[in-house]
């Protein structure tokens, strides 16, 4: 068959061809290609990696300042509330104190009072035991003006006092 | 440089459009049977095999159409070595019809039937050395220009290329992806770590079979010529992968085909397994070749025979001649568009398997290691 028969020259030509062609693409085709090709997709690796990082930073930023905000208002909340149990605290302490300081007063007032009023007693006592002595004195210096009712009066006043006296004996 | 562009682009272009393909292959296939149908009509047969053999196999000149009585066919250089050791230069023209020139002329039967033979003295017929720029080292110079110009050109356009320029449109564009594809495909996965120091060789091998491949699909001059359907051509393109395989394969894996590791006695007393490795050094390149070479010579021809259904049909009548023509029209489209998808196929099949040779010749101890380590990670 002459199908299956390779020929000479066309063997001869073919390796010239072929071996020009392959000499030629190896030296300025595929390698200028294929070095391009292979930069660029590290350039376009290399700045996908940069883009993830920097989505990577924005990501965390945000979340930092999204914590911020949130403990600011964390802490707002919180100043609020103190503040707010600050002045009931402060406002039951003064009623407190205001309580206590009127109980206190109504207390010492009460005493005062008290104690004036005996002391008005006292005193009342006092005048009246001074006003009997006086009525007294002057019923006895009425009645005792001779000598013959002071006599008697003596003898009676002695007889009281030994009739007393039996009477303790007894 | 811009119109060359042009120009290149056009005729791929031809290549994927089977069906402006197919008329054009079709009125050229017409004209080039039209003398043998005159034959017919002078009670001869259409000799269907003679012409598609006359297609496939090689010729001293590219027969372009005929009209009529004048056949129009480009001359090529013949370039022969005499007996005496004489080289002998001169046009195919001279040898037209049986003509003699300078003592040589084109054999008409016999062992070296379509051959050019020199006539001795004693009436016998010698073979000469025969370097001839025939129609399929024609078709060859013209696709490796073509290959030439495309790659050439993108290249330059890369020359200058920063590591942050842009991705390129057009012809660099579709080259990039389609050298992309290749190198993901199958450099690089078959190769192994190696792959850069071949990876120019192998994409030069598949450009170079594809290139071709399709430039046989186009049926116009300059294009068309059976290059990669040449058994000679397939077996330079296996013997560079020989090559490639066996001048840079490791110790490890000239040990693998001399001392391979089987039991003891598969190789001590009688070598079985090294003389089975050892063929299959040769048996690799030769599939390779087989393969691309039967691929592409099949489809030139179921073609050709498809087309020549109308030619085949023309006498019997115009109704069948008619319906035949449509069935061989619409056949010859699928033809077209399968042998695109084989252009493309065996390109790829022949770059795959020389890488797949390639990778195994440099394989080491080491890389074995490091792969199955590798391919541990991967599967853990």
């Known amino acids: 068959m002459g199908l299956l028969q390779p020929e000479l020259g066309l063997l001869f030509w073919t390796s010239l061809a072929f071996g020009v062609v392959l000499f030629l693409l190896c030296k300025f085709g595929f390698p200028v290609i294929l070095r391009s090709v292979e930069e660029r997709r590290k350039f376009i690796d290399s700045s996908i990696d940069a883009a993830h990082e920097a989505e990577v930073r924005l990501e ?111 | 440089m811009r119109f060359v562009i042009n120009i290149l682009v056009l005729l791929s272009l031809l290549a994927v459009e089977p069906v402006w393909a197919q008329t054009e292959e079709a009125v050229a296939q017409a004209e080039a049977v039209e003398e043998t149908i005159e034959a017919s009509e002078q009670g001869e047969e259409l000799d269907v095999k003679q012409v598609v053999l006359s297609h496939i196999a090689d010729s001293y000149e590219w027969h372009i159409c005929s009209v009529g009585e004048r056949h129009i066919s480009v001359p090529l250089p013949v370039i022969v070595r005499s007996q005496s050791g004489e080289w002998h230069c001169f046009s195919s023209s001279k040898l037209h019809h049986g003509h003699q020139y300078e003592g040589f002329h084109i054999a008409e039967e016999g062992a070296y039937a379509g051959k050019i033979v020199e006539q001795t003295a004693d009436g016998e017929q010698i073979r000469p050395l025969d370097f001839s720029i025939t129609k399929t080292v024609a078709g060859l110079f013209v696709n490796c220009a073509v290959l030439l110009l495309i790659v050439l050109c993108v290249a330059r356009r890369y020359r200058n290329d920063q590591h942050d320029s842009k991705a390129k449109g057009g012809l660099a564009g579709v080259l990039e992806m389609v050298i992309e594809s290749v190198m993901d495909g199958i450099i690089i996965p078959c190769v192994g770590p190696n792959y850069r120091k071949f990876a120019p060789y192998l994409l030069t091998a598949f450009f170079f079979i594809f290139v071709n491949n399709l430039m046989g699909l186009i049926p116009i001059f300059p294009a068309g010529a059976n290059v990669t359907g040449n058994i000679a051509v397939t077996l330079v393109l296996a013997m560079a992968t020989f090559f490639a395989v066996n001048i840079f394969g490791t110790k490890d894996y000239w040990k693998e085909i001399f001392w391979p590791e089987v039991p003891t006695w598969l190789k001590v007393p009688i070598p079985i397994m090294p003389a089975i490795e050892f063929i299959g050094l040769f048996t690799k390149p030769f599939s390779l070749m087989i393969r691309l070479f039967a691929n592409i010579l099949a489809g030139h021809a179921i073609i050709l025979i498809l087309t020549c259904i109308v030619f085949a049909t023309a006498k019997m009548g115009a109704a069948v001649n008619g319906a035949m023509s449509a069935v061989s029209v619409v056949l010859s489209i699928f033809m077209n568009c399968l042998e695109l998808l084989v252009a493309f196929l065996q390109a790829f099949v022949f770059t795959m398997l020389s890488a797949v040779f390639i990778g195994a010749a440099q394989h080491t101890e080491e890389h074995e290691h490091e792969t199955k380590q590798i391919e541990n990670n991967t599967n853990n």
């Open chain 1, 60 to 170: 965390r930023v945000t979340l930092d300042s999204e914590a911020i905000v949130e403990k600011a208002e964390a802490e707002r909340q919180m100043i609020l509330r103190s503040a707010g149990e600050e002045r009931d605290r402060i406002v039951t302490e003064a009623r407190a104190k205001a309580e206590e300081e009127a109980r206190r007063i109504v207390a010492e007032a009460r005493e005062q009072a008290t104690e004036e009023r005996e002391q008005i007693l006292r005193d009342g006592r006092q005048q009246v035991a001074a006003l009997a002595v006086a009525l007294s004195e002057k019923l006895l210096r009425e009645e005792l003006r001779d000598r013959q009712s002071q006599t008697k009066l003596a003898d009676r006043l002695l007889d009281e006092i030994n009739s007393q006296t039996t009477n303790t004996e007894a």
